[in-house]
């Protein structure tokens, strides 16, 4: 009687185990979601505020020669470029990226105003960078 005693003592121990790894992975997977959810946001907001400058949309460019996700700084001449890009990186923003002022984010401005706009960051956790990429012409 005292072995099965033990015997389900196991049996649950391993189960509750189990359950605490799904619990971690769940974790995990909904902050992966969240920094997507706020990388589309400001991938979005950006192509908002070209849509309102459209005719100005070549001045929009950021990074156009780099690889994707390079460690480094950014700079542009254009305000509302700085803007979003200061928005991207504020420590004391629960909506920033993390990681993401270490990354040259990219704004390609191809034939025809296809935009592309390429968001980098790495969470403390993380092993590499993540990336989202949007891309949509802007016509007008």
Known sequence: MLIEALVAIAIFSFAILG???LQATAIRTVRDADYRVKASLFAHQI???MWVDRFNVPTYALNAGNAVCVAGSNSTSNAAVTTWLNGLKDATN???LPGAASYQQQILVEANNVVTVTLCWKSPQDSGPHNFVLKTQIQG
């Open 47 to 49: 192509v908002g505020q």
């Open 94 to 96: 629960q909506g920033s």
């Open 19 to 21: 359950i605490m790894g």
